[in-house]
């Protein structure tokens, strides 16, 4: 019985200490590939198509993803491709003519004849509306990123599987956002 | 100020220079406007992952010395719920251990993703405290073991063969995990936690029902996805069988008073073996010498099930989806509502580019399915094995693998505990201690 028991702490001791070595080996190998920096998620706007599914995909319901505005950008039209539906009647900002579906596009007189927008961002649902207007008919300084305030950080970004256009990358937490205009595109 | 004006100046021309689209010049601006700068809200500091460990230690350090010194169920369960609310609620979620073996297996597989600090010891240090101590990472520092404990409300006893069937599963789902991560393809952990949902109070309608049942199953089987899917669990299982020490039901001599037995919500305790089912050990040996030559045939029989469906495995891949589904409906490059047939023309990706991608993914997903084929082959084989290892026991204890060193058992435990007045006359339980 005893002799048994002893080869059965054996066999137990044995498994443990080769457990441990397999942990401490993976941990080593591993350690070969520990970067400096985390990961964040972040829309890359030269990739992204604007098709929409950031305002329905995100695990937030409002979605993390706002627009932005890149102002260096911006021309500050009075007739403003991502403000005012394409092919509307009367030239005025009542509702029915503006691109966004929650109003979350500001607009401000500046001087004549130029026009700042600005993203209320509580509004924005990050549906590219406005995104896609500017690029097809403006400079392409609206554009969507993923507001780090907002963002949880998932192991996995929903929104990433299911971009067609894979704009959705991880970006060093040191450099979190890809902003128009002030990176080298 | 004029400076700074001349400088805005300059650097307008340079990003005029530097973007192609820009269809409309800047205006310049007579009435003094300034640009408003583009809101950048900083992402959680880097350190603040650090004090996520820290806490993770301390929880560790703190529920080992509940399990093995204070011995207190009760201590246990609030420990339980701070993860709840701190990793749970506070934290969403994210990072955990369930889910780091995946960011190792991307980190491994991939050239540009690298896995972070934090990120390992997350994954590493609840492993080696189960080696010395057993899973003292499932009775508390865990936000989903957590959350699951809190609803066991009538659990019923489950049949060994079933629970013998469905405890390979989470080995199965750990290899598959491993595969997808490995290939870039999708962390399917993390996409199908059921409990992650309602840590954030919002999820898809699919993910809130699997929750919800989830949930409402753990009522009667306590702790489902700890038992039957969980795949960190699956690991922890493996090296807290062969652990140092192990949470010890009673604080004395166990007098087989059978209490613990019933107190445990999840079958995880081994009774004292009946002489019935003593065998004479030249049977044992052979059942266990030739279940054990037949683990090569298991291994080759699942490897080449299992990789010769790669390709169904492989469709998970966006790049192999589109691919599949342009070359059988070729036809699909006119659908002007599938986004992503109309993305993938309107990038500049040529057919072959896409067909060459995908096909790198499927040798991925063929070589990767040969290992997860003979992995699960193995899990199979041994589970059948430790079906004819006898053991014989004594005393009631803790089946080690299955064991989260929850503390309900010690609790339940009577042996050094004041009698009840009823038998106070009866010194038998003091004595034992």
């Known amino acids: 019985?005893?002799?048994?028991?002893?080869?059965?702490?054996?066999?137990?001791?044995?498994?443990?200490?080769?457990?441990?070595?397999?942990?401490?080996?993976?941990?080593?190998?591993?350690?070969?590939?520990?970067?400096?920096?985390?990961?964040?998620?972040?829309?890359?706007?030269?990739?992204?198509?604007?098709?929409?599914?950031?305002?329905?995909?995100?695990?937030?319901?409002?979605?993390?993803?706002?627009?932005?505005?890149?102002?260096?950008?911006?021309?500050?039209?009075?007739?403003?491709?991502?403000?005012?539906?394409?092919?509307?009647?009367?030239?005025?900002?009542?509702?029915?003519?503006?691109?966004?579906?929650?109003?979350?596009?500001?607009?401000?007189?500046?001087?004549?004849?130029?026009?700042?927008?600005?993203?209320?961002?509580?509004?924005?649902?990050?549906?590219?509306?406005?995104?896609?207007?500017?690029?097809?008919?403006?400079?392409?300084?609206?554009?969507?990123?993923?507001?780090?305030?907002?963002?949880?950080?998932?192991?996995?970004?929903?929104?990433?599987?299911?971009?067609?256009?894979?704009?959705i990358i991880r970006v060093p937490l040191s450099e979190p956002y890809i902003i128009k205009g002030s990176h080298e595109g | 100020m004029l400076l700074a004006l001349l400088l805005m100046l300059v650097f307008g021309f340079f990003d005029q220079a530097s973007s192609q689209q820009q269809r409309f010049p800047k205006p310049d601006f007579e009435t003094g406007y300034v640009l408003p700068d583009t809101s950048t809200p900083e992402p959680r500091s880097a350190a603040m992952e650090y004090v996520d460990l820290l806490v993770l230690l301390l929880v560790l350090g703190f529920t080992t010395w509940l399990v093995f010194r204070k011995r207190s169920r009760r201590y246990i369960l609030w420990t339980s719920v701070f993860t709840l609310i701190y990793f749970g609620f506070y934290r969403q979620g994210c990072i955990c251990s369930i889910g780091a073996v995946q960011n190792l297996a991307l980190a491994i597989f991939s050239n540009t993703y690298t896995i972070s600090i934090t990120v390992l010891a997350f994954l590493i240090v609840p492993l080696i405290v189960s080696l010395f101590a057993g899973r003292i990472f499932c009775a508390s520092a865990c936000p989903l073991g957590a959350i699951q404990d809190l609803v066991v409300f009538k659990p019923i006893k489950i049949a060994p063969w079933l629970q013998k069937t469905l405890g390979m599963f989470p080995f199965i789902y750990l290899g598959l995990a491993i595969l997808f991560a490995a290939t870039g393809t999708d962390f399917i952990i993390c996409r199908y936690d059921p409990y992650v949902g309602i840590f954030r109070m919002s999820a898809e309608f699919h993910m809130v029902m699997l929750g919800a049942g989830f949930l409402l199953l753990?009522?009667?089987?306590?702790?489902?996805?700890?038992?039957?899917?969980?795949?960190?669990?699956?690991?922890?299982?493996?090296?807290?069988?062969?652990?140092?020490?192990?949470?010890?039901?009673?604080?004395?001599?166990?007098?087989?008073?059978?209490?613990?037995?019933?107190?445990?919500?999840?079958?995880?305790?081994?009774?004292?073996?009946?002489?019935?089912?003593?065998?004479?050990?030249?049977?044992?040996?052979?059942?266990?010498?030739?279940?054990?030559?037949?683990?090569?045939?298991?291994?080759?029989?699942?490897?080449?099930?299992?990789?010769?469906?790669?390709?169904?495995?492989?469709?998970?891949?966006?790049?192999?989806?589109?691919?599949?589904?342009?070359?059988?409906n070729p036809a699909m490059i006119n659908d002007t509502e599938s986004l992503d047939v109309q993305t993938f023309l309107a990038s500049g990706r040529t057919m072959d580019q896409l067909v060459e991608d995908a096909s790198a993914v499927q040798l991925k997903f063929k070589r990767g399915s040969w290992f997860l084929g003979g992995f699960i082959g193995l899990v199979i084989a041994i589970t059948l094995l430790n079906q004819v290892i006898f053991r014989r026991r004594t005393v009631y204890e803790a089946n080690r693998s299955a064991c989260f060193s929850c503390g309900r058992c010690m609790d339940y435990c009577p042996v050094g505990k004041p009698a009840h007045p009823w038998f106070a006359d009866n010194p038998v339980m003091e004595n034992k201690l």
């Open chain 1, 1 to 167: 019985m005893s002799k048994e028991l002893t080869r059965r702490e054996f066999i137990k001791v044995c498994a443990r200490a080769s457990l441990g070595l397999a942990l401490t080996g993976l941990a080593g190998y591993a350690i070969t590939r520990i970067g400096t920096d985390q990961w964040v998620w972040q829309i890359d706007p030269y990739k992204c198509t604007s098709c929409g599914r950031c305002a329905t995909h995100c695990v937030q319901n409002p979605s993390a993803v706002k627009c932005v505005h890149a102002y260096p950008l911006c021309g500050y039209c009075d007739l403003c491709g991502g403000y005012l539906k394409p092919g509307h009647l009367d030239r005025n900002t009542a509702a029915e003519n503006q691109l966004c579906p929650t109003a979350a596009l500001e607009r401000r007189y500046i001087e004549e004849p130029y026009y700042e927008y600005k993203i209320i961002e509580e509004l924005c649902i990050g549906c590219a509306r406005c995104v896609e207007g500017c690029a097809a008919f403006g400079n392409g300084s609206l554009h969507l990123q993923i507001r780090h305030n907002l963002c949880h950080n998932c192991n996995q970004c929903a929104i990433a599987r299911v971009c067609p256009s894979n704009a």
């Open chain 2, 218 to 328: 753990g009522a009667f089987v306590a702790r489902p996805y700890c038992r039957f899917v969980c795949p960190y669990g699956a690991l922890l299982s493996i090296t807290s069988r062969f652990s140092g020490h192990h949470l010890s039901i009673t604080p004395g001599e166990c007098i087989n008073c059978k209490l613990c037995s019933d107190s445990c919500p999840f079958d995880a305790i081994d009774k004292p073996t009946e002489d019935n089912e003593i065998r004479p050990n030249s049977r044992n040996s052979g059942n266990f010498i030739i279940y054990a030559l037949l683990i090569p045939v298991f291994v080759f029989a699942t490897a080449w099930a299992v990789s010769s469906s790669h390709s169904y495995l492989a469709k998970a891949h966006p790049d192999v989806y589109l691919a599949n589904l342009l070359i059988a």
